[in-house]
Protein backbone atom coordinates (compact mmCIF):
# COMPACT_ATOMS: atom_id res chain seq x y z
CA UNK A 1 0.00 0.00 0.00
CA UNK A 2 1.22 3.63 -1.08
CA UNK A 3 2.34 5.87 1.88
CA UNK A 4 1.17 9.45 1.80
CA UNK A 5 3.04 11.07 -1.19
CA UNK A 6 3.61 15.19 -1.26
CA UNK A 7 4.53 17.49 -4.14
CA UNK A 8 6.36 19.02 -4.38
CA UNK A 9 9.38 17.86 -2.36
CA UNK A 10 11.51 21.16 -2.03
CA UNK A 11 10.19 24.59 -3.33
CA UNK A 12 11.76 28.38 -2.84
CA UNK A 13 9.70 31.40 -3.00
CA UNK A 14 10.44 35.00 -2.56
CA UNK A 15 8.34 36.97 -0.03
CA UNK A 16 5.28 38.03 -0.89
CA UNK A 17 4.37 35.22 -2.76
CA UNK A 18 1.85 32.38 -2.26
CA UNK A 19 2.39 28.58 -2.19
CA UNK A 20 0.29 25.61 -2.76
CA UNK A 21 1.60 22.08 -1.65
CA UNK A 22 -0.33 18.82 -2.31
CA UNK A 23 -1.22 16.02 -0.52
CA UNK A 24 -2.48 12.49 -0.86
CA UNK A 25 -3.39 10.65 2.06
CA UNK A 26 -2.95 6.22 2.08
CA UNK A 27 -5.94 5.11 -0.42
CA UNK A 28 -8.85 4.94 1.63
CA UNK A 29 -8.04 7.24 4.35
CA UNK A 30 -10.32 10.01 4.81
CA UNK A 31 -8.80 12.55 7.50
CA UNK A 32 -5.80 14.72 6.37
CA UNK A 33 -3.95 16.82 8.61
CA UNK A 34 -1.06 19.82 8.00
CA UNK A 35 1.94 20.55 10.32
CA UNK A 36 4.25 22.72 10.40
CA UNK A 37 7.42 22.01 11.64
CA UNK A 38 10.63 24.74 12.14
CA UNK A 39 13.61 24.24 14.31
CA UNK A 40 12.13 27.38 16.82
CA UNK A 41 8.58 26.24 17.39
CA UNK A 42 8.36 22.80 16.70
CA UNK A 43 5.68 20.30 14.85
CA UNK A 44 2.58 22.57 15.43
CA UNK A 45 -0.89 21.80 13.55
CA UNK A 46 -2.38 23.64 11.45
CA UNK A 47 -5.63 22.05 10.17
CA UNK A 48 -7.47 19.19 9.74
CA UNK A 49 -9.85 17.91 6.89
CA UNK A 50 -12.62 15.14 7.12
CA UNK A 51 -14.83 14.29 4.59
CA UNK A 52 -14.16 17.54 2.73
CA UNK A 53 -14.94 19.75 5.82
CA UNK A 54 -12.08 21.38 7.87
CA UNK A 55 -12.89 20.12 11.54
CA UNK A 56 -9.71 21.75 13.26
CA UNK A 57 -7.79 24.78 12.87
CA UNK A 58 -4.39 25.31 14.27
CA UNK A 59 -3.39 29.05 15.62
CA UNK A 60 -1.98 29.99 12.49
CA UNK A 61 -2.97 33.48 10.56
CA UNK A 62 -5.67 33.58 7.92
CA UNK A 63 -2.72 33.65 5.20
CA UNK A 64 -2.75 29.29 5.95
CA UNK A 65 -5.64 27.84 4.66
CA UNK A 66 -6.81 24.64 3.04
CA UNK A 67 -9.00 21.93 1.25
CA UNK A 68 -9.67 18.75 0.79
CA UNK A 69 -11.26 17.22 -2.37
CA UNK A 70 -13.68 14.60 -2.85
CA UNK A 71 -11.11 11.90 -3.83
CA UNK A 72 -9.69 12.98 0.08
CA UNK A 73 -6.37 14.48 -1.51
CA UNK A 74 -5.86 17.73 0.36
CA UNK A 75 -3.84 21.28 -0.64
CA UNK A 76 -2.54 23.74 1.39
CA UNK A 77 -1.77 27.50 0.19
CA UNK A 78 0.12 29.93 1.59
CA UNK A 79 -0.10 33.67 0.66
CA UNK A 80 1.82 36.58 1.14
CA UNK A 81 4.48 34.86 2.07
CA UNK A 82 6.77 36.08 4.90
CA UNK A 83 10.28 34.69 5.77
CA UNK A 84 9.10 32.89 8.63
CA UNK A 85 6.73 30.61 7.09
CA UNK A 86 10.51 28.88 5.63
CA UNK A 87 9.75 25.34 7.22
CA UNK A 88 8.74 21.67 6.29
CA UNK A 89 5.58 21.31 5.62
CA UNK A 90 4.32 17.67 6.62
CA UNK A 91 0.84 15.93 6.02
CA UNK A 92 -0.70 12.89 7.69
CA UNK A 93 -3.94 10.79 7.32
CA UNK A 94 -5.68 8.74 8.87
CA UNK A 95 -8.33 6.34 8.68
CA UNK A 96 -11.06 8.40 9.84
CA UNK A 97 -11.58 11.29 12.20
CA UNK A 98 -10.61 11.21 15.93
CA UNK A 99 -8.32 11.23 18.56
CA UNK A 100 -7.14 7.55 18.69
CA UNK A 101 -6.27 7.40 15.07
CA UNK A 102 -2.42 6.95 14.74
CA UNK A 103 -1.28 9.63 11.75
CA UNK A 104 0.96 8.04 8.90
CA UNK A 105 2.98 10.98 7.74
CA UNK A 106 4.27 12.21 4.42
CA UNK A 107 8.03 12.96 3.82
CA UNK A 108 7.47 16.52 3.73
CA UNK A 109 7.64 19.33 1.29
CA UNK A 110 10.49 21.98 2.89
CA UNK A 111 9.57 25.01 1.49
CA UNK A 112 12.50 28.20 1.71
CA UNK A 113 11.31 31.61 1.73
CA UNK A 114 13.78 34.37 0.35
CA UNK B 1 0.94 26.35 28.34
CA UNK B 2 3.16 23.30 26.58
CA UNK B 3 1.06 19.82 26.55
CA UNK B 4 3.53 17.64 26.00
CA UNK B 5 7.11 18.12 27.74
CA UNK B 6 10.37 16.27 26.43
CA UNK B 7 13.25 17.88 28.97
CA UNK B 8 15.93 16.05 27.15
CA UNK B 9 16.90 18.01 23.93
CA UNK B 10 19.95 15.51 22.78
CA UNK B 11 20.89 12.39 24.05
CA UNK B 12 24.18 10.28 23.14
CA UNK B 13 24.63 7.17 24.41
CA UNK B 14 27.51 4.16 23.24
CA UNK B 15 25.62 1.32 21.22
CA UNK B 16 24.31 -1.58 23.28
CA UNK B 17 23.40 0.79 26.30
CA UNK B 18 20.21 1.41 27.47
CA UNK B 19 18.17 4.43 27.44
CA UNK B 20 14.98 6.40 28.47
CA UNK B 21 13.26 9.36 26.94
CA UNK B 22 11.21 11.10 28.94
CA UNK B 23 7.50 12.34 28.06
CA UNK B 24 5.33 14.40 30.56
CA UNK B 25 2.04 15.70 29.03
CA UNK B 26 -0.88 17.59 30.39
CA UNK B 27 -4.61 17.86 29.79
CA UNK B 28 -7.93 18.26 31.46
CA UNK B 29 -9.67 15.63 29.01
CA UNK B 30 -10.38 12.34 30.83
CA UNK B 31 -10.07 10.89 27.13
CA UNK B 32 -7.00 10.87 25.61
CA UNK B 33 -4.60 9.58 23.68
CA UNK B 34 -0.82 9.04 23.82
CA UNK B 35 1.78 8.71 20.93
CA UNK B 36 5.38 7.94 20.09
CA UNK B 37 6.86 9.18 16.51
CA UNK B 38 10.22 8.68 15.35
CA UNK B 39 11.82 11.13 12.87
CA UNK B 40 15.39 9.79 11.34
CA UNK B 41 17.21 12.16 8.92
CA UNK B 42 15.11 11.42 5.61
CA UNK B 43 12.40 13.43 7.59
CA UNK B 44 9.45 11.25 7.60
CA UNK B 45 7.30 10.59 11.01
CA UNK B 46 7.11 6.78 11.87
CA UNK B 47 4.45 5.47 14.36
CA UNK B 48 5.89 3.77 17.11
CA UNK B 49 2.73 3.36 19.76
CA UNK B 50 -0.44 4.20 20.71
CA UNK B 51 -1.77 4.10 24.35
CA UNK B 52 -5.24 5.60 25.38
CA UNK B 53 -5.94 7.11 28.76
CA UNK B 54 -7.66 3.80 30.12
CA UNK B 55 -4.46 1.56 29.45
CA UNK B 56 -1.92 1.83 31.47
CA UNK B 57 -0.25 -1.38 30.93
CA UNK B 58 3.35 -0.88 29.93
CA UNK B 59 3.80 -2.14 26.66
CA UNK B 60 7.52 -4.40 24.50
CA UNK B 61 7.59 -4.81 21.50
CA UNK B 62 11.14 -6.03 20.68
CA UNK B 63 13.95 -3.81 21.99
CA UNK B 64 11.37 -0.68 22.83
CA UNK B 65 9.31 -0.70 25.69
CA UNK B 66 6.97 2.30 27.05
CA UNK B 67 5.93 3.15 30.55
CA UNK B 68 2.50 4.74 30.78
CA UNK B 69 1.92 6.71 34.46
CA UNK B 70 -1.17 8.92 34.77
CA UNK B 71 -0.43 9.14 38.61
CA UNK B 72 2.86 11.16 37.08
CA UNK B 73 1.24 12.15 33.86
CA UNK B 74 4.34 10.55 32.52
CA UNK B 75 4.70 8.16 28.94
CA UNK B 76 8.39 7.08 29.06
CA UNK B 77 10.20 5.16 26.29
CA UNK B 78 13.23 3.09 26.70
CA UNK B 79 14.98 1.44 24.32
CA UNK B 80 16.93 -1.70 25.59
CA UNK B 81 20.57 -2.80 23.80
CA UNK B 82 20.17 0.53 21.43
CA UNK B 83 21.92 0.40 17.65
CA UNK B 84 23.03 2.58 15.87
CA UNK B 85 19.81 2.47 13.03
CA UNK B 86 18.05 3.87 16.69
CA UNK B 87 19.68 6.97 16.19
CA UNK B 88 16.71 9.67 15.30
CA UNK B 89 14.68 12.69 16.49
CA UNK B 90 11.75 10.96 19.04
CA UNK B 91 8.47 12.87 19.05
CA UNK B 92 5.90 12.34 22.27
CA UNK B 93 2.58 13.18 21.12
CA UNK B 94 -0.76 13.85 22.79
CA UNK B 95 -4.08 14.09 21.84
CA UNK B 96 -7.27 14.58 23.10
CA UNK B 97 -10.91 13.40 22.60
CA UNK B 98 -11.89 16.80 22.25
CA UNK B 99 -10.01 18.33 19.41
CA UNK B 100 -9.81 14.96 17.13
CA UNK B 101 -6.97 14.56 14.98
CA UNK B 102 -5.40 17.37 16.83
CA UNK B 103 -2.10 16.30 18.15
CA UNK B 104 -0.03 18.56 20.32
CA UNK B 105 4.11 17.35 19.87
CA UNK B 106 6.55 17.57 22.15
CA UNK B 107 9.94 19.57 21.29
CA UNK B 108 11.48 15.99 20.48
CA UNK B 109 14.80 14.20 21.80
CA UNK B 110 17.60 13.59 19.28
CA UNK B 111 18.93 10.47 19.88
CA UNK B 112 22.88 9.71 18.52
CA UNK B 113 23.85 5.98 19.23
CA UNK B 114 27.88 6.14 18.98
CA UNK B 115 28.78 2.99 17.53
Known amino acids: KAGVTQTPRYLIKTRGQQVTLSCSPI?????VSWYQQTPGQGLQFLFE???????NKGNFPGRFSGRQFSNSRSEMNVSTLELGDSALYLC?????????????FGPGTRLTVL | AQKVTQAQTEISVVEKEDVTLDCVYE???????LFWYKQPPSGELVFLIRRNSFDEQNEISGRYSWNFQKSTSSFNFTITASQVVDSAVYFCALSEANTGNQFYFGTGTSLTVIP
Open chain 2, 27 to 33: TRDTTYY
Open chain 1, 92 to 104: ASSLLAGAYNEQF
Open chain 1, 27 to 31: SGHRS
Open chain 1, 49 to 55: YFSETQR
